[in-house]
């Protein structure tokens, strides 16, 4: 078992830059059993949900080379097993993404239930929902999902909860079906812009990405041939955003799209930080505790549920008494049990949480919960005075990419053990 051992106080300072976004390559991968022959990927994330992935689509037929540790070859010509391998689906959430990919391409699929991060209920009833509408016939069973059809149909769908896996879901299983399909009340996330561009780049025509309503004319094939660069992690830059914050530090950060973080900037600067923003590159400065903030998560363009408890780190430490109200996940306060241990003053009641301004944490063994989590652990940890340990690291590397390298880079100091 590996644990992250971190000795605090150290102020992050330096330059550290983003990798392509996890959650855009975890539904790229599987949109490539769209096209019926190569296609190259940039800019990929090295984390282990991604190794998982190119392990299903390998599983399932697929060739893959990887060319450098962050750009892949996937020919996708001999895919045919419509089975996907139950024990590796399991594992993560976003392998329900085989379903509309799958669904599209092959008319039959079967999935087990997606495991993920344990965040309260995670529903699929708006994937379902939008396979139906098109015309398959989906059947849940002892754990796993079937989906087939004898043909599948453009057709208006309108989502009843704003979701990022149900658009980006229909949009991958409508691409190669008959006529024009229309997503209302899409999702709006950078990574669904960046799905629907790479799948325009191989052949489709989906128009109204990063809007509410999404319209996709179905195509007859995907070319494929091409190569497409993953969009910079969102979350990845707002992370060592808040990292500065919370340390009283000054990072720049390369390689992001500054549109993509105007919620975090925004609350950056209303908590005293002093940001600049040149091109692809944000500059986070902290030099005074920072100041108290209420925050809502909400769907993008609002404050990301994703960068919730590393925002929540800040607070522990700021001036004064803030509050956060989490609106899209159920469970997402396990952490703040854990920055408890750290000396954190934290009260969580259902969605909110309220946090009492401390003037420094002390480091203690705490666990993550989850991915983000996780994160926010390593920022309380290298923010607190002392030692901590960081237990259940594989959260962490699920989607963060040599995140104890980045930060040490940054001053930190931070220790993968073996235990
Ligand atoms: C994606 O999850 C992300 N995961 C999550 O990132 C992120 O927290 C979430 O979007 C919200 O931004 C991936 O992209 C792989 P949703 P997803 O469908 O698609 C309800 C991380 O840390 N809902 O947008 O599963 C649902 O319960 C992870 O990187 C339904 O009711 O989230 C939730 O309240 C964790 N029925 C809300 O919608 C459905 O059919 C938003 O969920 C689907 C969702």
Known sequence: MEKLVITGGTPLKGEVTISGAKNAAVAILPATLLINGTCTIENLPNINDVKL?????????????????????????????????????????????????????????????????????????????????????????????????????????????????ATINVMLASVLAEGTTIIDNAAKEPHIVDVANFLNTMGADIRGAGTDMIKINGVKELRGGASYSIVPDQIEAGTFMLSAMATKGDITIKNCITKHLESVTAKIIEMGGLVEEDGDTIRVKCTKRPNRANIKTLPYPGFPTDLQPQIGVVLSLADGTSTINESIWESRFQYTQELVKMGAKITAQGKSAFFEGVKSLSGAPVCSTDLRAGAALIIAGIAANGKTEVYNIEHIDRGYEDIEGKFRKLGAKIERVNE
């Not at 599209?104 to 009833?125: E, F, Y």
């Not at 398959?136 to 990022?164: C, E, F, H, P, R």
């Open 53 to 165: 992935y190119c392990e299903i689509l390998e599983k399932i037929g697929a060739k893959i080379t990887w060319i450098t540790r962050n750009e892949i070859k996937i020919d996708t010509t001999n895919v045919c097993c419509t089975k996907a391998p139950l024990d590796i689906t399991r594992k993560f959430r976003a392998s329900y993404y085989l379903i509309g990919s799958m669904l599209g391409r092959c008319k039959d699929v079967q999935v087990s239930l997606p495991g993920g991060c344990n965040l309260g209920a995670r529903p699929i009833d708006q994937h379902i929902k939008g396979f139906e509408a098109l015309g398959a016939n989906v059947v849940v069973n002892q754990g796993n999902i079937t989906a087939t059809a004898k043909k599948l149909t453009g057709t208006s769908i309108y989502m009843d909860v704003v979701s990022v896996g």
